[in-house]
């Protein structure tokens, strides 16, 4: 079954794209966090604060083996980490995967993460200079793992249902 997954960074537009992109392409809409959420009972800060990043990162990487080789379709979007960690970027490759890393400049992940940075366990205890700061290296960092992804669509000046209606342009 058709599994199509779209990465990048947190602000990129992830879940609501996929959101949009579940109801054009008719499949079931995944999103990796509240997947996780659901399992444990609990939010992605509270388990951020309470049992830390590494247990995170192992969680989400057990989620998305299972959710990969599970015969499922879906339209899954993955946290903005997710690529970068315990060779995650390497199920981007599994058959029946297409994948989509939605690139978006620093400039606008700033503004948009500005008014929401209190949701999002890894800025929210940043100001807005030290934010830029970690939006720009962390991206740097990041950018080798999202390009993994069979396609790219820059999403800067767009709507979600646009870039939606874009990635379903490349998928038929
Ligand atoms: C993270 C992004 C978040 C969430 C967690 C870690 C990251 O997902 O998985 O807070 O490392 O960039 P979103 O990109 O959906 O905010």
Same mark, same amino acid.
């Given at each position: #079954?058709?599994?199509? %997954? @779209?990465? *990048?960074? =947190?602000?990129?537009?992830?879940?609501?794209?996929?959101?949009?992109?579940?109801?054009?392409?008719?499949?079931?809409?995944?999103?990796?966090?509240?997947?996780?959420?659901?399992?444990? *009972?609990?939010?992605?800060?509270?388990?951020?604060?309470?049992?830390?990043? %590494?247990?995170?990162?192992? @969680?989400?990487?057990?989620? @998305?083996?299972?959710?990969?080789?599970?015969?499922?379709?879906?339209?899954?979007?993955?946290?903005? *980490?997710?690529?970068?960690?315990?060779?995650?970027?390497?199920?981007?490759?599994?058959? /029946?995967?297409?994948?989509?890393?939605?690139?978006?400049?620093?400039?606008?992940?700033?503004?948009?993460?500005?008014?929401?940075?209190?949701?999002?366990?890894?800025?929210?205890? #940043? /100001? /807005?200079?030290? =934010?830029?700061?970690?939006?720009?290296?962390? @991206?740097?960092?990041?950018?080798?793992?999202?390009?993994?992804?069979?396609?790219?669509?820059?999403? /800067? *000046?767009?709507?979600?249902?646009?870039?939606?209606?874009?990635?379903?342009?490349?998928?038929?």
């Amino acid at each position: #079954m058709k599994k199509i %997954i @779209l990465l *990048g960074y =947190m602000g990129s537009g992830k879940s609501t794209t996929a959101e949009w992109l579940s109801h054009q392409m008719n499949l079931q809409w995944l999103d990796l966090d509240q997947v996780i959420e659901k399992k444990t *009972g609990t939010s992605i800060s509270n388990l951020f604060q309470t049992k830390g990043e %590494i247990f995170f990162r192992k @969680l989400e990487h057990e989620t @998305l083996r299972a959710l990969i080789t599970n015969d499922e379709g879906f339209v899954l979007s993955l946290g903005g *980490g997710t690529p970068c960690y315990a060779n995650n970027h390497e199920f981007l490759k599994s058959n /029946d995967v297409v994948s989509f890393y939605l690139k978006t400049s620093i400039d606008e992940l700033h503004a948009r993460l500005l008014p929401e940075k209190q949701t999002r366990p890894l800025i929210a205890q #940043m /100001d /807005d200079a030290q =934010m830029k700061e970690f939006i720009a290296i962390s @991206l740097f960092e990041r950018s080798y793992f999202y390009h993994h992804a069979t396609h790219t669509i820059v999403t /800067d *000046g767009k709507s979600p249902e646009t870039v939606a209606l874009e990635i379903r342009k490349i998928l038929v």
